[in-house]
Nanobody, 124 residues
Framework: QVQLVESGGGLVQAGGSLRLSCAASGRIFSTDAMGWFRQAPGKEREFIADISGSGGRTYYADSVKGRFTISRDNAKNTVYLQMNGLKPEDTAVYHC?????????????????WGQGTQVTVSS
């Protein structure tokens, strides 16, 4: 069984920064790619970024490229999402998940073991 727990969300002004964490327990291996998604009210789940098992390769959605950075610490079984230059349209619940398809992959159905999410709210 795998559990993912996200943390680090909160309320921030536009232009500010947050760092999200995703702590994994259970059968998570350093070979598993991991991803971040977000979902705003009334909208579909949106791919943000994913990272290869080693952490050496990353892939981003165009909407966050240059502002967000995904990273991981396999010794701590934790994946991070550093978010800079936040905009009101970044407001959403952010989830992490484990990929079950080859990196890179962006479709939600290629991910499993979703965390409960952490709320990010960006005020204008």
């Amino acid at each position: 069984q795998v559990q993912l727990v996200e943390s680090g969300g909160g309320l921030v002004q536009a232009g500010g920064s947050l760092r999200l964490s995703c702590a994994a327990s259970g059968r998570i291996f350093s070979t598993d790619a991991m991803g971040w998604f977000r979902q705003a009210p009334g909208k579909e789940r949106e791919f943000i970024a994913d990272i290869s098992g080693s952490g050496g390769r990353t892939y981003y959605a165009d909407s966050v490229k240059g502002r967000f950075t995904i990273s991981r610490d396999n010794a701590k079984n934790t994946v991070y999402l550093q978010m800079n230059g936040l905009k009101p349209e970044d407001t959403a619940v952010y989830h992490c998940a484990r990929a079950r398809a080859a990196f890179p992959t962006v479709r939600p159905y290629n991910f499993e073991y979703w965390g409960q999410g952490t709320q990010v709210t960006v005020s204008s």
